[in-house]
């Protein structure tokens, strides 16, 4: 089965930096990816990780630990439009397992 | 724009009625996938194809619920005697097997709502 835990809730200031945790404990990984999805549209990609350490990608940065089955989504120079529900999910095979989301609310 | 379209984007039934949604999937992609999503969770996976063929189905799939996508390019999914229990977004996503990533990319979903 898969298991994957992220914050429910989320607040930050307009130009702060919020990072967002993802621990998982799945069976089969090839991959974890981070959505970002605006409530009732759909998620769009952000990032990928596959192996251990940081991507960047402007002002958004993912970080991956498989032997500690952790990642976590760095969000920096918050803007409004940031909030949103940030979604984990693990690939296994090529079907996605997601996490619940973390709904970030970004404050003036 | 994401490129996958999913039509309807609302759709409101009475308990009992059949609907039928469909996926237009990124042209070039190979890989579609349907995923149910309910407030406040992420979306669960539901099927899977490669080309025509349906590869997978979930355990959350009952059989009420069946998916075709008869040529290999568009998908419908099809909801038999819906239950109220049935209303979520139900979302599409492609992606190109052996491409970068294999990103799967998602439509905007279709909202359905079983009264």
């Known amino acids: 089965g898969q298991n994957i835990d992220q914050p429910t809730e989320m607040t930050a200031t307009e130009g702060a930096i919020v990072q967002i945790n993802c621990t998982y404990q799945t069976s089969g990984f090839n991959g974890l990816f981070w959505y970002q999805q605006h409530a009732g549209e759909a998620p769009t990609f952000l990032s990928y990780?596959?192996?251990?350490g940081l991507e960047e990608k402007g002002r958004f940065s993912s970080f991956l630990s498989r032997s500690k089955g952790y990642s976590y989504l760095l969000l920096k120079e918050l803007q409004m439009k940031d909030s949103a529900s940030y979604l984990c999910?693990?690939?296994?095979?090529?079907?996605?397992?997601f996490g619940a989301g973390t709904t970030v609310t970004v404050r003036a | 724009d994401t490129g996958v379209s999913q039509d309807p984007r609302h759709k409101i039934t009475k308990r009992g009625q059949n609907v039928t949604f469909r996926c237009d999937p990124i042209s070039e992609h190979n890989r579609l996938y349907w995923y149910r999503q309910t407030l406040g969770q992420g979306p669960e996976f539901l099927t899977y194809?490669?080309?025509?063929?349906?590869?997978?189905k979930s355990r959350l799939l009952s059989d009420r619920f069946s998916a075709e996508r008869p040529k290999g390019s568009f998908s419908t999914l099809e909801i038999q005697r819906t239950e109220q229990g049935d209303s979520a977004m139900y979302l599409c996503?492609?992606?190109?097997?052996?491409?970068?990533?294999?990103?799967?990319?998602f439509g905007p979903g279709t909202r359905l709502l079983v009264l």
């Open positions: 999910a693990v690939r296994a095979d090529y079907k996605l397992s």
């Open positions: 194809f490669q080309n025509e063929a349906q590869l997978e």
């Open positions: 996503a492609s992606s190109l097997a052996g491409g970068s990533k294999e990103t799967q990319y």
């Open positions: 990780n596959v192996l251990d």
